[in-house]
């Protein structure tokens, strides 16, 4: 299966996960008197619609490079990841204003079989966070890597709230908003996770080098090919799920233009058989000094 399809599949996986636990949370938030269930399922809901976005990014990147767009589509995937951080941003403020507001005015106390629900979200959560986080490494994908950390993220606000929960059940009456102060800090970490996934999205749409590992295994293996004595410069950018690269070769400067043009195919064609997620190899030939 390539990677575009099991990216996919992990998408549509979180999209039904994210249908599911929503529904729960708010059913389980209501009955059970818990705002921080209920901010739980606000949360649910606003990944369920950036994973569909996750979704439709990664079947836009599929599309191959044509003439307006040379090196394929795949920076669709970062765009899609700053919209993935709106919905983050705006879901902790919606979560931040309605626990504000719950803990200054009187409610009802959790409970307690909530705190069931919540341990069985944090489990699921938890196991969907590595489950997706896998795929983000193995397809090389950083739109599906946001999506991870929505389920971790996730997991995180079902721990406070349980904390919460279960601190106002214990301390008992006079300590009902204690779910909501656990809801208030669950928004505060969800904005703390929007800058961890914006960064790095930031600096593939911008072609910062980040990628000093790939760079020293493009420069390990090209050493290897017969003919490259050393390398100069080397560069890097992603796009999507590929990486780009840019590379001057240093080879014996009495050698014919026909055979320096022939260990640069030999070169591209060995770095993409040694080095996965590559997409367009330029090498520029150098003479040795």
């Keep these: 299966m390539s990677k ?13 996960s994210g249908i599911l636990l929503a529904i729960i949370k708010a059913i389980a938030g209501v009955l059970g008197h818990s705002y921080a ?17 996750v979704l439709l990014g990664l079947k836009y990147a599929k599309r191959p490079a044509d003439e307006n767009h040379p090196y394929g589509h795949g920076k669709i995937e970062p765009l899609i990841t700053f919209i993935i951080v709106v919905f ?21 106390m959790p409970e307690p079989w909530t705190l069931i629900v919540l341990l069985a979200i944090v489990i699921w ?24 950390w929505h389920h971790r993220s996730d997991a995180i606000t079902s721990v406070m709230a349980f904390i919460g929960i279960a601190f106002a059940n214990i301390m008992g009456e006079g300590y009902e908003s204690a ?3 656990a809801a208030l800090f669950a928004s505060a970490f969800i904005l703390y996770n929007s800058y961890k996934i914006f960064r790095p999205a930031l600096g593939e749409v911008m072609d910062e080098q980040r990628y000093d590992d790939i760079i020293a295994e493009v420069r390990k293996f090209s050493t290897q090919v017969p003919g490259v004595l050393a390398t100069e410069k080397c560069m890097l ?14 080879v014996d400067a009495e050698i ?14 060995y770095l993409k058989e040694h ?12 003479p040795d000094k």
């Design 88 to 108: 983050l941003v705006v879901s902790a403020a919606v979560i931040a204003h309605e626990s504000i507001q719950n803990i200054s005015s009187p409610h009802e």
């Design 125 to 148: 959560k938890e196991v969907s966070y590595r489950i997706v986080l896998k795929k983000s490494k193995q397809t090389n994908s950083s739109s599906l890597r946001a999506d991870a």
């Design 4 to 16: 575009e399809k099991q990216a996919i599949r992990t998408t549509y996986f979180s999209i039904m």
């Design 179 to 181: 779910d909501d102060w």
């Design 275 to 286: 080095i996965s997620n590559l997409g367009n190899i330029l090498i520029h030939i150098e």
């Design 37 to 53: 269930l209920v901010a739980d399922a606000i949360e649910s809901t606003t990944d369920v619609f950036s994973s569909f976005l």
């Design 237 to 250: 950018r992603k796009t999507g799920m590929k990486y780009h690269v840019d590379l001057h070769a240093i």
């Design 256 to 269: 014919s233009v026909k055979e320096g043009h022939r260990i640069a195919h030999e070169l591209q064609d």
